[in-house]
């Protein structure tokens, strides 16, 4: 009877220190948003849920694509929800497999897609331009020629910046056709707008997802089907942009540091269409990524509570 209550006495001794332990003080989070729409929903998503569910400190921070890896690595960032494989190999090799700073912390869901497109209306009045074959016509580039490109016809393309391969593309399947930059996505989407405006012709590089879709009927032109390789070399590019599988990736201590926070990123995953009426809202009802984000939380709890953990 004794040895019992000695036992016992231990085990309550023990429970009553386990109680005494400090609880582990919860740090606060820092979320990188990227410069594009779809980043920025992600991050506000987050940050609220976070925040609201978890009872975190969450900072959004906005870092450029590739600025953001050492600052996740070091721990001055924890979190990124947008990742675009084929920008980030040299990256994924450097911080998740040799360092192992920086943890892949699985898919987001959508997938992402570069590609060319022009309004549908194009298509309607020249079907062949549905395929990069039918650009190769001379009437077709005329057809999409301006003052400055002469007889050329002109595509529209992104800040030189930008892991683009659209010159070595026309140059290697000689499409006679000449890149001009926009210098930004607001610089492409104002050009699409006033050729939209007028019906007039436009041949241009967007992505998926992105709200245009929502706003306008475009029509993707099939270029040659990327292959392993195909963008090995920058100048012989002679494919299309490969699917994207978007992912995630944490500071590589969040999971010790904040395993709530790292369970439920590693959760987090939705739609394309999650996406894009996100981004439709800030357009049509001209609200803030963070009243988007608002909005999408309180209309989608089936979604989102299988994030917690």
């Not at 410069?35 to 609201?52: P, T």
């Not at 906005?62 to 929800?81: M, P, T, V």
């Not at 980030?88 to 699985?106: C, P, S, W």
Request: aromatic content about 10%.
């Amino acid at each position: 009877m004794f040895a019992f209550f000695a036992l016992l006495l231990v085990g309550c001794g023990g429970d009553a220190e386990a109680q005494s332990l400090p609880v582990k003080e919860k740090i606060d989070i820092v979320i990188v948003q990227n410069n594009w729409g779809s980043s920025q929903v992600n991050a506000e998503v987050a940050k609220a849920l976070l925040h609201d569910e978890l009872g975190y400190t969450v900072e959004i921070v906005n870092l450029d694509e590739n600025a953001q890896w050492s600052e996740i690595s070091q721990g001055d960032a924890h979190i990124s929800l947008e990742v675009w494989p084929s920008a980030h190999q040299e990256n994924m090799l450097e911080f998740i497999e040799k360092q192992r700073t920086v943890d892949y912390a699985g898919l987001l869901g959508p997938t992402g897609r570069i590609g060319w497109y022009v309004p549908d209306y194009v298509i309607e009045k020249h079907p062949e331009v549905a395929t990069w074959e039918g650009l190769k016509d001379s009437e077709i580039a005329e057809y999409f020629a301006t003052a400055e490109t002469g007889d050329k016809g002109q595509f529209l393309a992104p800040g030189r910046q930008d892991r683009t391969h659209d010159e070595a593309i026309i140059s290697n399947l000689d499409l006679p056709f000449e890149v001009i930059y926009a210098e930004s996505e607001v610089g492409i989407l104002a050009g699409v707008e006033a050729a939209i405006d007028r019906e007039g012709p436009i041949l241009f590089y967007l992505w998926t997802p992105h709200v245009i879709h929502a706003e306008h009927e475009l029509v993707e032109v099939k270029l040659p089907e990327f292959y392993p390789g195909c963008h090995d070399n920058p100048a012989g590019v002679d494919c299309g942009y490969p699917d994207e599988q978007l992912f995630k990736i944490v500071w590589g201590e969040l999971a010790v540091e904040a395993p709530e926070v790292y369970t439920f990123i590693r959760n987090m995953r939705y739609s394309i269409n999650d996406q894009i009426s996100m981004l439709a809202d800030i357009k049509e009802n001209e609200v803030t990524p963070e009243k988007a984000a608002a909005h999408w939380i309180e209309a989608n709890e089936d979604v989102w509570k299988n994030w917690l953990p």
